[in-house]
């Protein structure tokens, strides 16, 4: 068992398609780690294992070589995505109980490419701050250090993935909800282009703030899992088609950038000291081996205004039901920005967006003339489990709950593919994460060069590892 999971997916993978490893052996496998690794992580929130059985040995009906892209391979979902027959809470105690009756279209993807899904990886009350913690579930705890975050949203799937839980795994992302978990959490994460990956519309039909996306160990592992998820869908207005060339093959051939841009804080957050000397050692390193590296940023200065008034919007679009109809069952974060987002006038809204427009094309003007924009995932390292969220760096306090995520909020706001890609450590043995990012629809350009940049840092085989309890 311990030599299956600290194997990458590819050559689990590589295993099942062979015909080596059947995926009800894989599952059994998997069902004996999360007994062992959950209690001290609480990352699963939900595991249906009979529903995984069943679809495994429907799966093994087929040849070994024909049960699809990831070849009967254990996923998990995040609660915010529905698993038809599975509990799904979106966090939440208004849906405490609820029992999806269908699939989103992206886990029918999923399913359809071989993927078996076996349970729904924990999260924050409809996915809100960057803190795994709901009035369901136990807190998600990080495995490098179970007194400290796991972050969020993405918290349960980061902490699945590098406590040896899975090998790949399923999170969304509006402000940093797949990157900020990858950085914490020693793993790699994925937002890609919003349309990159279908998914049901529930509200807002061409919403681009939030999207799906593969989270994983390594670069190349992740590729697989943007491959799975891929494609075009008519439930989704905005899926594109599956590229030509798949995202797995641009990390089969890792792609040395020749210059790129560095940045300790993108001109507009505070950035706790530690996590800036870490980054700029790694981006030191990346010069070494021979790639331009300019400290530059584009024009930000209007991001948070930005970034804040087209969020609480979207919490409007969406949850103005649930404020109106459950008050008493939010969190007060939730009730914040929803309310923020229902007080907006027209004038705010059109202001904003046209901010928006404008940070876009000055982004996209930026990374012409670099290959990559490099900067922290994160302005924190782990924080305490028992905080709600931020409220400090560097000696500047914060308004909101969500300012401390502004950093991963501008690749959002720019619509670019952004990765959280693990580069050194903490004095206290904390991951810290890259962030790396490049232009609308780049996304192979982005795999392909960070995979290139996690054989230069050295950090490639970091998890999974065992739960951590604190230091006495």
């Known amino acids: 068992m311990h030599d299956l999971i600290r194997a990458s997916a590819r050559d689990v993978v590589g295993l099942l398609k062979s015909g080596k490893i059947s995926p009800l052996e894989v599952l059994t496998v998997v069902q004996a780690r999360v007994a062992a690794a959950n209690p001290a992580t609480n990352a699963l929130a939900t595991l249906c294992f009979d529903r995984a059985e069943k679809n495994a040995r429907e799966l093994m009906k087929c040849p070994a070589a024909d049960r699809g892209l990831l070849g009967g391979l254990p996923l998990p979902i995040k609660d915010l995505t529905d698993v038809a027959g599975v509990r799904s809470t979106q966090g939440s105690r208004i849906f405490a109980n609820r029992i999806a009756e269908t699939s989103d279209i992206l886990v029918e993807h999923l399913e359809a490419a071989g993927g078996v899904v076996f349970a729904m990886s924990n999260t924050p009350e409809f996915g809100a701050g960057g803190h795994t913690f709901n009035d369901v579930f136990p807190v998600t705890r990080n495995p490098w250090n179970t007194s400290l975050s796991a972050a969020g949203s993405s918290g349960g799937a980061a902490a699945a993935l590098a406590s040896g839980m899975a090998w790949l795994a399923h999170g969304s992302d509006m402000g940093g909800s797949l990157r900020s978990p990858a950085s914490f959490c020693g793993v790699v994460g994925l937002r890609p282009s919003p349309g990159r990956v279908a998914a049901s519309v529930f509200s807002k039909i ?62 507009i957050t505070p950035v706790d000291p530690e996590v800036e000397k870490i980054v700029m050692a790694a981006a030191a390193k990346l010069a070494g081996e021979g790639v331009i590296v300019e400290e530059a940023h584009p ?39 929803i309310e923020k987002g229902l007080a907006l006038s027209g004038d705010e809204i059109a202001i904003a967006e046209g901010e928006r427009g404008a940070l876009f094309r000055r982004m996209h003007e930026f990374l012409g003339t670099y290959d990559l924009l490099l900067c922290p995932a994160t302005i924190v390292p782990p924080f305490p489990v028992e905080e709600r969220y931020v409220t400090s760096c560097a000696g500047v306090e914060f308004e909101t709950y969500v300012d401390w995520l502004l950093i991963a909020g501008v690749a959002t706001l720019c619509a670019c593919p952004a990765l959280s890609l693990p580069c050194g450590f903490t004095a206290a043995g904390l991951p810290v994460g890259l962030q790396v990012i490049v232009p609308n629809r780049q996304e192979a350009k982005l795999l392909g060069m960070a995979a290139w940049i996690e054989q230069a840092l050295g950090l490639g085989a970091l998890t999974p590892i065992e739960p951590r309890a604190p230091r006495a």
């Open 206 to 267: 061409d919403g681009t703030l939030g999207v799906e996306g593969p989270m994983a160990r390594n670069v190349a592992d992740l590729a697989l899992l943007l491959d799975a998820m891929s494609g075009t869908e008519a439930g989704d207005p905005l899926s594109m088609f599956r590229e030509a060339e798949s995202f797995q093959s641009a990390t089969a051939a890792p792609r040395k950038p020749r210059r790129v841009a560095v940045s300790r804080n993108l001109g």
């Open 299 to 337: 024009d930000l200065s209007d991001a948070m205004h930005c970034f804040q008034t087209l969020r609480a919007l979207g919490f409007a679009t969406g949850m103005r039901g649930l404020l109106r109809d459950h008050r008493d069952l939010l969190k007060p974060e939730v009730i914040w920005n």
